[in-house]
C-alpha cells in the first residue's frame, strides 16, 4: 500500500542563537552546550542535538524537533 502525508501548516525557524521565537524561549527542557554551542532538544523520540543554522519546527502537537537544513528545504515550502 502507498501512502501520502497530509499537508501540515507547522512554525519554524532557522536557529542562529539571536533571534528566536517566543515558542521557543518558553519550551522546557531545552539545554544549551557551551562548548559546542548545540541545542539539545528533547523530542518523542529522544533527545536531538541542533546546530547553529539547524531548523527548529515546532509540530501540530507542540513538540520540537531540529531539521537540517537540505531536508528542510526538500520538506517544506514558506507560506508567508
Given at each position: 500500500?502507498?501512502?501520502?502525508k497530509?499537508?501540515?501548516?507547522?512554525?519554524?525557524?532557522?536557529?542562529?542563537?539571536?533571534?528566536?521565537?517566543?515558542?521557543?524561549?518558553?519550551?522546557k527542557?531545552?539545554q544549551?552546550?557551551?562548548?559546542?554551542?548545540?541545542?539539545?532538544i528533547?523530542?518523542?523520540e529522544?533527545d536531538h542535538?541542533?546546530q547553529?543554522?539547524?531548523?527548529?519546527?515546532?509540530?501540530?502537537?507542540?513538540?520540537?524537533?531540529?531539521?537540517k537544513?537540505?531536508i528542510?528545504?526538500v520538506?517544506?515550502?514558506?507560506?508567508?
Open positions: 500500500m502507498k501512502f501520502k497530509r499537508p501540515v501548516v507547522v512554525e519554524a525557524f532557522q536557529w542562529m542563537k539571536d533571534e528566536v521565537p517566543s515558542w521557543w524561549r518558553d519550551a527542557g531545552i544549551i552546550e557551551v562548548e559546542t554551542g548545540c541545542a539539545i528533547p523530542t518523542l529522544g542535538r541542533a547553529p543554522g539547524d531548523w527548529i519546527i515546532q509540530g501540530v502537537k507542540g513538540e520540537l524537533y531540529p531539521c537544513p537540505d528542510f528545504e520538506t517544506y515550502e514558506h507560506l508567508e
